[in-house]
């Protein structure tokens, strides 16, 4: 499997990001997570680069058509701490995709717009906008997307939260047995070229 190099210039970018937003300090954390680091390449080779940074988890992760065993805790953006999951491709085992998430108890709109206005800062308007209101058929689930294409990935920025209306999907409203439906998620994922449609979701895919 060909491995294809991150561009260089999209270090200099997101230290620039964090310096603008938290410090230079915390501009190498996030870089760090990118510089040197190969798609296609192994959880052992991503253990050896970073050592004792990475953490391995002691039972992987699914998304779906991957899978994490390697993460990196307090990585940040926009002064927003993060957490990176290296995504491995489950027919290859080498690197597809990485992913920065906030902890589901920290969500709100603030820490959203603290990270797209770093975004924005580094590359400029998104090149796409996708929203869905919140419904029944998506759990009352409110979700907004913003896509980039810069230097040879796609970063996509993602936001998902559940409206007031949810508390619909609980048994005669009761919220003290936890939440009904959905929960809430931010996330910002870098793909390589090819890895990511670019794309607004299908209605409903949610």
């Known amino acids: 499997m060909r491995r294809i190099p991150l561009h260089r ?9 964090l310096c603008l937003f938290g410090g230079i300090a915390r501009a190498q954390d996030i870089a760090a ?4 680091t190969q798609w296609g390449e ?9 050592g004792g940074r990475a953490t391995v988890l002691p039972r992987p992760l699914d998304f779906g058509d991957s899978y994490a065993d390697l993460v990196l805790r307090d990585v940040t953006l926009g002064g927003v701490p993060l957490i990176a999951y290296f995504q491995m491709d489950k027919r290859t085992g080498g690197l ?36 869905i209101r919140p419904g029944p058929a998506g759990g009352y689930q409110t979700a907004a997307d913003r896509i980039w294409q810069r230097h040879g ?7 998902r939260g559940t409206s007031l209306e949810a508390v619909e999907g609980c048994l005669g409203g009761d919220l003290t047995s ?29």
């Open 9 to 17: 210039s999209t270090f200099a970018l997101l230290a620039l990001v």
């Open 178 to 206: 936890g939440p009904c439906g959905l929960t809430a998620q931010l996330l910002v994922r870098i793909s390589p070229p090819g890895g990511d449609a670019a794309s607004c979701p299908a209605p409903g895919a949610r």
């Open 33 to 36: 997570v990118w510089q040197g």
């Open 153 to 159: 990935v796609v970063i996509r920025a993602v936001f």
């Open 42 to 50: 192994s959880s052992r080779a991503l253990l050896a680069h970073f």
């Open 96 to 131: 597809k995709r990485i992913q920065f998430e906030r902890p589901r108890h920290g969500i709100n709109p603030p820490v959203f717009r603290a990270i797209l206005a770093a975004l924005a800062s580094a590359y400029g308007a998104p090149d796409l906008m996708c929203g």
